[in-house]
């Protein structure tokens, strides 16, 4: 199984364990027990990007079925939210919900692998929530060489001493996930160095192992 064929299974199910609707099967449940992290580092992204959007255009890589991208809508007047996902079922759901909505023109949905497109579209910000996790480290580096905005905030999964990654490993194990890497923050600083200058990195107890890393100007 590849990481496409990995997510499409998986991504609905997963995202209904988070937010606690629709259906989603024993493990998810499970596994939810486990995933306050997810709803803490949600908040604090939206909390991060909502002074900067306004007027702006933001490219989300790995948006799953749009939950953030919505939410982030909701925080300010953004011009436009472009969301990529390489999961079929994931877009297809993003664009059901985009259509129920009142302002659907604010935001758009493609299904792609966003390591192997060619160019990203041009965005203000580009931002990334546990999309990082499921590449290498260059593919990553190619990310920032390709991505035009000139503001980023992505979070990845921390390579670090933590009993809740030893779970999260067993469950990667038990769940067969074909490719997931943990980084230190040197190797998420080599990928970005050569495209950005200062960037920073923020670390929370209520963020367990994962590191939120962006270039957002100071507050
Ligand atoms: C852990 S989920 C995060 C979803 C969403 N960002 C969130 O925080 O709720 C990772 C997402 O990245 C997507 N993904 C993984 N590799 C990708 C790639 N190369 N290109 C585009 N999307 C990718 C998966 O399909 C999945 O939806």
């Known amino acids: 199984m590849d990481i496409k064929a ?19 099967s024993a493990v998810e449940k499970l596994a939810g027990y486990f995933r306050k992290p997810l709803v803490f580092r949600a908040e604090l992204c939206l909390k991060l990007l909502a002074p900067f959007i306004n007027g702006k255009t933001i490219l989300e890589l790995g948006c799953g079925s749009g939950f953030f991208a919505f939410e982030l809508s909701q925080r300010g007047a953004a011009k436009k939210i472009i969301g990529i996902d390489i999961s079929p079922n994931a877009v297809k759901r993003a664009k059901e919900i985009n259509a129920q909505r009142s302002v ?17 579209p041009a965005a203000d910000i580009t931002i990334g929530l546990g999309f990082l ?3 290498t480290q260059a593919e990553i580096k190619l990310i920032f060489e390709k991505n035009k905005s000139k503001y980023f905030l992505f979070t990845f999964s921390e390579k670090k001493f933590s009993l809740w990654r030893y779970v999260h490993i067993l469950y990667l194990l038990s769940q067969r996930c074909p490719k997931h890497f943990y980084y230190t923050k040197r190797q998420i600083s080599e990928c970005i160095a050569a495209r950005y200058g200062e960037i920073q990195f923020i670390n929370h107890r209520k963020l367990s192992f994962c590191c939120v890393v962006h270039n957002l100007p100071r507050q």
């Open 104 to 120: 659907p023109a604010v935001c758009d949905f493609l299904e792609a692998d966003a390591s192997a497109l060619a160019t990203l």
């Open 133 to 135: 996790d499921y590449l």
């Open 6 to 24: 990995y997510w499409d299974k998986k991504i609905i199910d997963w995202e209904n364990s988070i937010v606690k609707r629709g259906t989603f």
